[in-house]
């Protein structure tokens, strides 16, 4: 197999993704000044996206009191339980939060269900985010760049396979689905999430955390893991932190 041309391809394929990539962070400059505290659900977005803030907000009803968990039927699965009248007291983002971690074990329709709508409470939030240049603007073009990437990928392929005959052009196209939808997942990457000043301001907390430190606080910068060796919330550490927040 003649090998060049191949890694010309390679090269090809990598030059499309780093294009993505920088038109995709082109888009992401703050848009100016704004007065935005990095409060719990801030941090915690910063820390792991919607998985961390669920997990976090949770806590925090938990540690106001405002909720308590159990295990019910047979499977033993975690619940919560709420009053009529403390739902009703719940802000938007909580309702939600409580909808989405009852959703958790649940089949992936649900799942999906209540993530829209967990979503759709942080907007205002990741909003705020921008501006302040904590988190990536979406580009105006943010999901046609990243479908972009694999369809130059593809074409790209075409002008290299005439190179290659038989068996070589057949090995050389079967590594094109494989490179096409790596190079989706990269620049989807860049498409949301923390900016780099986002990520410095995480780090820059979490240096600053005291033996003092509010517990919802430490949730939103660590996960439910510095809660291990906490007398208090001990046992709510070892109830909810095997949950899969990751998948929201």
Request: hydrophobic fraction near 50%; proline fraction near 5%.
């Amino acid at each position: 197999m003649h090998m060049i041309p191949y890694f010309l391809y390679l090269f090809y394929v990598g030059a499309v993704i780093v294009f993505c990539i920088l038109v995709l962070r082109r888009e992401t400059r703050p848009s100016g000044p704004v007065n935005v505290q990095p409060d719990s659900v801030v941090v915690a977005l910063l820390r792991g996206g919607l998985g961390a803030v669920l997990e976090t907000v949770i806590f925090r009803l938990y540690v106001e009191k405002k909720i308590e968990l159990a295990t019910n039927g047979p499977e033993k699965m975690l619940q919560i339980v709420i009053s009529r009248e403390t739902t009703a007291g719940l802000s938007a983002l909580e309702r939600a939060a409580v909808a989405a971690f009852a959703a958790l074990p649940g089949k992936r329709p649900e799942l999906l269900e209540a993530r829209r709508d967990f979503a759709a409470t942080l907007r205002e939030t990741q909003y705020s985010m921008q501006k302040a240049g904590w988190w990536k603007t979406p580009a105006r073009w943010r999901w046609f760049i990243s479908m972009l990437a694999p369809v130059l990928i593809a074409v790209g392929c075409l002008q290299f396979l005439g190179y290659y005959e038989g068996r070589e052009k057949w090995i050389l196209a079967m590594t094109v689905p494989f490179l096409a939808v790596i190079g989706r997942r990269i620049v989807a990457t860049e498409v949301e999430g923390p900016t780099r000043a986002g990520r410095k301001l995480l780090q820059k907390l979490r240096g600053q955390v005291a033996d003092d430190q509010d517990s919802v606080r430490l949730v939103a910068l660590q996960g439910l893991s510095c809660l291990e060796n906490h007398r208090e919330y001990r046992a709510y550490y070892f109830m909810a932190h095997a949950l899969p927040y990751a998948n929201l």
